[in-house]
């Protein structure tokens, strides 16, 4: 059964900013989420507000925002089909937990000045 829905935009040029802001990326995103996105060269600032978009459509998803949440307990990885998964730790399981979700699904797009995505959480 389905316990929540969110969705989000993110506009690149905002992670463009956030890129010079020492330490704000390492703050928001876990470490295997910036590796990822690093190896992607130019491709890094798209691929990191994408990611951005789907915690805050977790936090929609979720009804309760984001509060109390540790953005880096939220992480999203693609399979090697590309694919994306959400996985969350601490703070984000918790709410979750909280929330009656045992699972959840993501969806992500991005094209040159937006990223947008797309969070189903499940019982």
Known sequence: MITGIGVDVVHVRRLERWKIIPGLFERYF???????????????VLSLAARFAAKEAF??????????????DIMVVNHHNGKPEIRVFGTALRAMGQAG?????????HERDNAIAMVILES
Request: aromatic share 0%.
């Open 101 to 109: 979700a045992a699972k959840a699904h993501v969806s992500l797009t």
């Open 59 to 72: 936090g929609k998803a979720l009804g309760t925002g984001l509060a109390g949440i540790v953005l880096k």
């Open 30 to 44: 876990h470490p295997e989420e910036l590796s990822t996105a690093r190896a992607r060269g130019d491709g890094e």
